[in-house]
């Protein structure tokens, strides 16, 4: 409702009929987050440790849920006219007034994603995190990752502006505020990083901050097509991803937090 006052400002109750639509679920997890944030307070529970208990869950959670998109015939991206592409799960067929059209199956993209996500959070929390959040964290910096590239194919995005995507711009955010977290954290850490932190945190925020001026419009690129755009936020991705693991480093065996084998 935020980004689209037009629409509520004459009767802003309507804000609150979710049956409608309006549903999102950035909103639904950080409301999550809070509530998790006050229940851990009363309680005198660890909220880190209880966020990373959630995390794989959660992943899982938005994989399944992804396939809703699919009965419901949205969240699908943009239109496909090549017939060597028309099938499943590249593209999937939408219904509309006038027939059934082929668009690129987004949903689906971004089900597999979190699935992938789900699979390394759970075999990197008994096998290689140290610290408590880093399974939300990384929850976080990965799931933006792969939203940051797939929000650009759809055609229901919510803009901030004419042509600033909401989701794109919020999971840039979350990819700075995740490698900045962990700058602070490792500070004094002794993992092993072949390469020094200031150098990893020079490139990553070298990315996001061209990514932050192409996606708002203050550069632009004429001419690029959907494929050239793709190569560009794959790997913008490709490169925060792996210098995040570098900057995380490599650590002992008995220093990993959750491992069934630790003492």
């Not at 190569?231 to 990993?256: H, R």
């Amino acid at each position: 409702s935020f980004f689209s006052w037009d629409l509520f400002r004459n009767d802003f109750l309507s804000v609150f009929k979710i049956w409608e639509g309006g549903i999102a679920i950035y909103g639904a997890v950080i409301a999550g987050l809070l509530t998790a944030f006050i229940f851990c307070k009363k309680s005198e529970i660890s909220f880190l440790t209880l966020c990373d208990l959630i995390a794989p869950g959660l992943i899982l959670a938005q994989a399944i849920g992804r396939w809703g998109n699919y009965f419901n015939q949205e969240a699908y991206g943009l239109p496909v006219s090549n017939p060597q592409l028309c099938f499943f799960p590249f593209a999937v067929q939408i219904s509309d007034a006038i027939g059934l059209h082929w668009h690129m199956a987004t949903f689906f993209y971004e089900s597999l994603w979190n699935m992938l996500v789900f699979v390394f959070l759970i075999i990197a929390r008994r096998k290689w995190f140290r610290y408590k959040g880093d399974v939300i964290l990384f929850y976080a910096f990965l799931y933006a990752c792969g939203r940051l590239i797939v929000e650009d194919f759809r055609m229901d995005s919510l803009y901030a502006s004419s042509s600033v995507r909401v989701s794109q711009l919020l999971s840039v955010v979350i990819c700075i505020f995740v490698l900045l977290y962990y700058l602070h954290s490792f500070r004094n850490s002794k993992a092993f990083n072949p390469l020094p932190k200031w150098i990893l945190a020079g490139i990553n925020l070298s990315v996001n901050c061209f990514l932050v001026i192409w996606l708002t419009g203050l550069i632009h690129f004429d001419g690029l097509t959907v494929f050239h755009r793709f190569l560009v936020l794959a790997s913008a991705s490709v490169v925060n991803i792996v210098s995040l693991l570098i900057l995380y480093g490599k650590c002992a065996e008995g220093d990993i937090l959750y491992a069934d084998n630790k003492n």
